[in-house]
Structure formats: C-alpha cells, structure tokens
C-alpha cells in the first residue's frame, strides 16, 4: 500500500487512524510534514514514543475540526474502521475540492458503492455524492489473510480526487435531501420516492416512471435544482 503512494517529500500528509504505527512509518520515512488522528489513547502515546517528531492529534476524526488542516496540496490517507468509513467519507468529501487527494483501505462494499455505475444494485446515496465532487478509482484488493486479526471481509485500496468541474448545483443541502428520500425507498419508482418534495416533472429531463436506481447523477442535480428554484421562488 504505502509503495503506491508515491508521496514527495514536500506534501503535507494526514493519516487517520494510525494505529501502531506500521504505514506512519513509511509516511514519516517519505514526507517531512506528517499529521496523524488516533482516538485510542494509549496508541497515541505509543505513537509519540515511537516517532517523537510526528504531530499527532488524539481526536475522534467524526468530530475533528478539519479546517486548520486543509491546504491545496494536502494529501490524506488511512486504513478506516468499516463502523465509521461511510460518515467520514461523507465528511470529508463536503471538502474533498480543497485539498489534493484521498487514499483509503476501505471494506470493498463500500469502494464497490463509491464507485458504482447507474442502473447496478451498488448505485445510491453514497455513490452518487462522491462522484459528484470526486473521481473515485479503486487500486486493488487486500485479502482477509492479511490482517491481525483477520476480518471476514476483503478491503479495496481506493484513490479518491477532487473533481475539477463539478456540475453546477443550486444547494448541496436540496441535493443531498433528494438523495435521501429517493433510496430510502428505492424499489418505488422515483414519482412515488420523490412525491413529499412537490417535483414539477414536467420541468426536468428524468423520467419519474423509473425508479431511483436507474437515474444518473446528471438527472439527480438537474431534479435538485429545479427544486432548489422552486424553493427561492416560494
């Protein structure tokens, strides 16, 4: 993992959840600034006493203020926790355009649903949020047997980077709303997922006899925005 990282000297680095330490070693062995976030208290003075020059923040990342970290050029890598991995990515792909990159080793459920095309089982909610603001390009794969102890899932290391030009979008909030309420109910057809947020489908290309699987990303932002219209015009 750490070989495909390919990180200078000079890119500032976040890693969360370092645990023992075994790919801070290779980080702090490739890049001079090296920031990490450990919960685990007692891990967080393992990592002070092993690498005595590494900044490390004892914080649970699902609360941490990000802001003073962010920077074009940072770079922010880890190995998740499969309990958290999905609202950590949604928080950090709320800013994922001010920064450089994401690396992750993830459960390979939740690459196959970052990543997932429309019209597949793996395409919703999460899907299309990250792809909206991201390109999301799954590396490879890492067995259970690689893992002390071994879990009963395979993991996917995953590149995720900012995406230059996003399609223009009126409100995230309307956006993310829409997505909530269209896979809360995705065996429906997205009429009848949609019908408590007023949709005017005559206004929009998407056709509301499909159902919510079937839709792309161009027809979620286009369904946002005329809500999002209608909403100003109230």
Do not use: C
Not at 201 to 211: E, F, L, Q, S
């Amino acid at each position: 993992m750490a070989e495909r990282l390919a990180y200078a000297r000079s890119d500032p680095v976040l890693e969360i959840g370092p645990g023992e330490g075994a790919l801070t070693f290779h980080l702090v062995a490739a890049a001079d600034s090296v920031t990490v976030v450990e919960i685990d208290r007692d891990l967080v003075a393992g990592l002070r006493r092993r690498f005595p020059d590494l900044n490390v923040i004892e914080a649970d990342v699902l609360r941490l203020d990000f802001a003073p970290l962010l920077r074009p050029e940072l770079r922010i890598v880890g190995n998740l926790p499969y309990n958290i991995s999905t609202p950590l990515l949604l928080r950090l792909l709320e800013f994922i355009g001010e920064i450089r990159d994401l690396h992750f080793l993830l459960q390979k459920e939740v690459v196959d649903r970052l990543a997932a095309r429309p019209g597949t089982k793996d395409w919703g909610r999460l899907s299309i949020l990250a792809q909206y603001s991201a390109h999301v390009d799954p590396l490879f794969d890492v067995g259970p047997q690689h893992f002390r102890p071994s879990p009963k899932v395979t993991s996917t290391f995953v590149r995720i980077t900012p995406r230059a030009n996003p399609l223009p979008l009126r409100s995230r909030g309307t956006f993310s709303a829409v997505l909530r309420a269209a896979f809360q109910q995705r065996r429906k057809t997205l009429r009848n997922a949609l019908q408590s947020l007023g949709v005017e489908w005559n206004r929009v290309g998407v056709d509301p006899g499909i159902r919510p699987d079937a839709v792309d990303l161009a027809g979620y932002v286009d369904i946002a925005n005329l809500l999002a219209e209608q909403e100003e015009h109230e």
